[in-house]
């Protein structure tokens, strides 16, 4: 079983629709975070969370909002999706303890494609 | 993605070297990483590179980091259709220890 696992993997909706992407892990690592990729731009940051009680906004936040339900869930939400939301976004965890802030390895789940009509 | 550039596409024969290139702008950046992304799935981390080192060579993989003109490099040796992916350059930026990533290098390997 994946590590981090985003549910669902592929999606396709119509304009102003609600959309939610989850993503759970078992790492039991403290940091999540949630980045869109889109082709020629790599990936960038939505929004990311140090621990349950903290969420903090990343470079493209407007448009999305988050909730960290628990330490193992994150889940990134659209309120009213729009075309140029469409894109593969990804889940991805860090170890807040010393030795993985140094190397800075973070922990992709599969994706999840989304396509907004 | 801005601050950190790398080129888009990069196609290889089977056998010889890869080499991807970066420059990112951050020179307070500590630790500088290669990903990796296979079709249909997430990144994977490849290797990365302290800032106070030049070279780091692991197996087929030699990066090199030359600080003062902010670029890394990636160099694959007898490069293999499995080396086929995404790789993409990312910094990790002192103050809030987030990563970066450039746009991605898509390799393409032929035979």
């Known amino acids: 079983d994946a590590d981090v696992t985003q549910t669902p993997r592929n999606r396709i909706t119509k304009t102003g629709k609600r959309i939610m992407l989850e993503c759970s892990q078992t790492k039991g690592h403290d940091r999540m975070y949630w980045y869109r990729q889109d082709p020629g731009l790599g990936l960038r940051l939505i929004y990311y969370s140090f621990d349950v009680k903290d969420i903090n906004k990343g470079e493209i936040s407007d448009g999305y909002s988050v909730s960290r339900q628990a330490q193992a869930k994150f889940s990134l939400s659209l309120e009213s999706a729009i075309p140029n939301q469409t894109a593969l976004y990804f889940c991805a965890t860090s170890d807040g303890q010393s030795s993985d802030r140094a190397t800075g390895e973070l922990f992709f789940g599969e994706g999840s494609r989304l396509t907004v009509l | 993605g801005e601050d950190v550039e790398q080129s888009l596409f990069l196609s290889v024969r089977e056998g010889d070297s890869s080499v991807i290139n970066c420059t990112y702008t951050?020179?307070?950046?500590?630790?500088l990483y290669w990903y990796k992304q296979e079709p249909g799935a997430g990144l994977q981390l490849l290797t990365y590179i302290f800032s106070n080192m030049d070279m780091k060579q692991d197996q087929r993989l030699t990066v090199l980091l030359n600080k003062k003109d902010k670029h890394l490099s990636l160099r694959i040796a007898d490069t293999q259709t499995g080396d086929s992916a995404i790789y993409f350059c990312a910094e990790i930026r002192a103050n809030d220890y987030k990563l970066s990533f450039g746009a991605g290098t898509t390799v393409t390997v032929r035979a």
């Open positions: 951050d020179s307070s950046s500590t630790y």
